[in-house]
């Protein structure tokens, strides 16, 4: 008798508890109101990015790999040399050519992708790298140090935004005020894409800097979270 007893006890006590967390689940969802803030500047874009590439062809995979070697040799020579300008290879690849079901050459390509804020030394460098590289893609982004700067005061005035539509929304339904339940921070930066159209260029004006527009980027903050208001 009393193992049962205790059994019920133990019931009761569990079913007690479940209750109590319906109840502060539903109190913790009382008068709650999802609201969102957002934030934006445009900023001037400081860094770019490009990528060249040095195609060949050859019979022989060996001539084709040492033909690529040399271009991207002589390449790298000259882009390491610039001061402030990141320089680093990828994307090397080779693949088949084929005539009647028989591999009649092979063609190979190999990138190499310059990253920097000097716009006008990468701009001269690149003029200068066409001469036996082909530009595939060129672009411009805010540097992390600038984003971030940015950011953090974007963030301040989203919070301050934040606030001031808690207390109108509070205000209009006559609350005595609110208290922030959850607080969501988002970043991001945006610029609409602008392509690099690559053309053939001749021996002669190989070396003529490439002219830039480096244009602008959106960088922007959202804060999105709950307030619950404390109503009459």
């Not at 320089?87 to 990253?115: A, C, F």
């Not at 921070?185 to 830039?212: C, E, G, K, L, W």
Request: proline residues 3%; without cysteine; glycine residues 6%.
């Amino acid at each position: 008798m009393m193992r049962l007893t205790r059994g019920i006890v133990a019931g009761l006590l569990a079913i007690s508890g479940m209750v109590a967390q319906v109840q502060a689940d539903e109190d913790l969802h009382y008068n709650q109101v999802r609201l969102q803030a957002e934030q934006t500047e445009t900023v001037s874009n400081d860094t770019m990015h490009v990528t060249l590439s040095t195609f060949a062809e050859a019979r022989d995979p060996a001539d084709l790999a040492a033909a690529i070697n040399r271009d991207m040799d002589w390449a790298l020579q000259i882009a390491s040399s610039v001061e402030g300008v990141a320089v680093s290879t990828g994307g090397y690849q080779t693949y088949p050519v084929h005539k009647d079901n028989v591999i009649k050459s092979w063609r190979g390509e190999q990138n190499l992708m310059l990253e920097g804020s000097d716009h006008e030394a990468i701009g001269r460098l690149v003029g200068t790298l066409q001469e036996k590289l082909q530009v595939k893609s060129m672009q411009f982004s805010v540097s992390d140090d600038r984003r971030r700067a940015v950011e953090n005061r974007l963030i301040g005035r989203a919070l301050d935004a934040f606030r001031e539509r808690a207390g109108i929304v509070g205000s209009n339904l006559e609350a005595k005020g609110y208290r922030i339940v959850e607080l969501n921070i988002n970043t991001s930066s945006q610029r609409p894409p602008v392509p690099y159209q690559a053309r053939m260029v001749s021996m002669d004006a190989a070396a003529a800097p490439v002219v830039t527009e480096a244009g602008d980027s959106d960088v922007r903050v959202t804060i999105s979270g709950t307030v619950e208001l404390r109503l009459p």
